[in-house]
């Protein structure tokens, strides 16, 4: 089994989540005279890729540390929603199960396409990433609650929608934007989708059900694209870490591995070494024919169900 890195990377540059304390990093040790250099780095828990932790809302859950390695790695499944769900929308569980079959106990990732704005794409707009993607309503997080999800990540600034987060309050001028979107496709306005009683509802009412997330995954995934694959997050064993900076990881085997990497020879990289996500449609339209193929077959499961209760 070879990795492939679903993290971006990590400088001064890297925003954190709004308000959120950034990365900053200073030497207080050269190697003339001290013979080493040496690093001092402040930082939230919520900058770049990171675990958000059970004890981030919900005080009598679990700390980073009691996090048990077959929780954080699993057989999971990469989702690409890029096609289904734009500026201010809202994802669904069917749309997920459309395109890649959804097993109990897996962990989800879900690729937005919204990392293609990420600080470290060559079409970086930090505030499409962090205040303008699709996030999900409770239909969505009682189906993972349903499927018993071990964890759930995403490729943007949060796993809830923005608008149903203080984002909301913050940013008044997207937040009318918003609005105006909800009123033209969902035929309601945003304070009557987001209501005060599903506030945050991924971090809410999930993280009481184990149920934690990954926000800000990036890295390669555009090569997995509805790709079954052992999934790994790799936080430090933080005692009563809230939250933590990861590394996450996706495991495939050797030739698998091998094929990814000649398409990744063939694709547009960033600055960084990663797959640029707005420069490669090609993979992205590969990812668009297994979800086809996926929901045709589930289509023909369906129908020979029918038939045969018939």
């Not at 993607?133 to 964890?151: V, Y």
């Not at 496709?185 to 184990?210: G, I, S």
Request: glycine content about 8%; charged content about 30%; proline content about 5%.
């Amino acid at each position: 089994m070879l990795p492939i890195d679903l993290s971006i990377p990590l400088g001064i540059g890297t925003p954190a989540w709004p308000t959120y304390e950034p990365l900053q990093m200073k030497y207080f040790k050269r190697l003339a005279p001290n013979g080493a250099n040496g690093q001092l780095l402040t930082h939230s828990n919520h900058v770049g890729t990171h675990l958000d932790g059970e004890i981030h809302f919900y005080s009598p859950g679990r700390d980073i540390a009691q996090l048990p390695l077959d929780y954080l790695m699993h057989e999971g499944v990469i989702v690409d929603l890029s096609d289904a769900a734009g500026d201010y929308d809202i994802y669904t569980s069917k749309m997920v199960e459309d395109r890649v079959e959804v097993k109990e106990g897996d962990i989800l990732i879900i690729h937005t396409g919204y990392h293609h704005n990420g600080w470290d794409q060559p079409t970086a707009d930090e505030m499409t990433y962090m205040v303008k993607h699709p996030g999900p309503d409770r239909e969505f997080a009682e189906w993972a609650k349903a499927k018993k999800l071990r964890w759930i990540g995403v490729d943007c600034g949060s796993a809830d929608h923005p608008m149903n987060t203080t984002i909301r309050t913050w940013m008044p001028r997207q937040a009318k934007e918003a609005d105006a979107h909800f009123r033209k496709k969902y035929k309601k306005p945003l304070e009557e989708v987001f209501t005060d009683d599903k506030y945050q509802l991924m971090h809410l009412e999930m993280f009481n059900h184990q149920i934690v997330h990954a926000e800000c995954m990036g890295g390669d995934i555009d090569l997995l694209l509805n790709q079954r694959c052992v999934i790994g997050a790799f936080p430090w064993r933080l005692v009563d870490g809230e939250s933590c900076i990861c590394r996450i990881l996706a495991f495939v085997d050797d030739e698998r591995h091998a094929k990814l990497m000649a398409k990744k020879a063939k694709a547009k990289l960033t600055k960084h070494g990663d797959v640029s996500g707005s420069e490669n449609e090609w993979l992205h339209e590969e990812g668009r024919k297994l979800a086809a193929k996926h929901k045709k077959a589930k289509k023909s499961k369906k129908a020979g169900r029918t038939k045969k209760r018939k």
